[in-house]
């Protein structure tokens, strides 16, 4: 079985351009998780899609964003990118919320 | 956000002894509460989980061990190796379909 998969692996972006990561969860989890996770900062909770809604986000401004798909995949995408932006995002998925399995990240680098 | 306090934010244990990592939680609503392992450049991985309806879970070399009454849960790493050695995260949450909330996390070194 497919665990989750993220694309790209890492992503390059100039300050004040826009940043699209994308993310497939296990099969069969209808819960995609979006985290932060910058340099000693540990995990940061960004936003959280559950049946294709946004259920909750994080103490993130409203230039991040994001969406899930009728197929659970998710992407999110960070606007308007700074500097203090570059960091591991992380995308994790569950069904019904326990037992989150992590992918291995989107290493986005904002110069 | 309600928060998870880890520590020691880094550990260096010899080969073979224990490692002790603890975490202390303010939400009486936590319900679930796991333990993720990563490796530099890797995402986290589920290592353990505990509910409160228990004082002690273990798996393996992995011993979680919970305290309900001073909101507090540990991990404790037997016979620790230097394949071991990795960032550790504690998590919370209630239970249900809700974020995970992490602490800060601790960087284990296990020395030869």
């Known amino acids: 079985e497919a665990g989750v998969t993220q694309s790209p692996t890492h992503l390059i972006k100039t300050r004040g351009q826009q940043a699209t990561l994308r993310c497939s969860p296990i099969?069969?989890?209808?819960?995609v998780y979006w985290y932060q996770q910058a340099l000693g900062l540990g995990l940061q909770f960004l936003l959280w899609?559950?049946?294709?809604?946004?259920?909750n986000r994080g103490n993130f401004p409203p230039r991040f964003s994001g969406r899930q798909f009728p197929n659970y995949s998710s992407e999110l995408n960070v606007n308007a990118l700074e500097l203090e932006d570059s960091a591991l995002y992380l995308c994790?998925?569950?069904?019904?919320?326990?037992?989150?399995?992590f992918g291995q990240g989107t290493r986005l680098t904002v110069v | 956000q309600q928060q998870v306090k880890q520590s020691p934010q880094s550990l260096i244990v010899q080969k073979g002894g224990i490692s002790i990592i603890n975490c202390a939680y303010e939400?009486?609503?936590?319900?679930?509460f796991p333990w993720y392992q990563q490796f530099p450049g890797k995402g986290p991985a589920l290592l353990i989980a505990?509910?409160?309806?228990?004082s002690e879970k273990k798996e393996g070399r992995f011993t979680i061990s919970f305290n309900k009454s001073a909101k507090q849960f540990s991990l404790h790493i037997m016979d620790s190796q230097p394949g071991d050695s990795a960032t550790y995260f504690c998590?919370?949450?209630?239970?249900?379909?809700?974020?995970?909330?992490f602490g800060k996390g601790t960087r284990l070194s296990v020395i030869a």
């Open positions: 994790a998925s569950s069904l019904r919320g326990l037992r989150a399995f």
């Open positions: 099969s069969g989890h209808t819960s």
């Open positions: 899609y559950d049946e294709g809604e946004e259920r």
């Open positions: 939400n009486t609503a936590f319900d679930y």
């Open positions: 505990i509910r409160p309806d228990v």
């Open positions: 998590a919370a949450t209630p239970s249900g379909n809700t974020p995970l909330v």
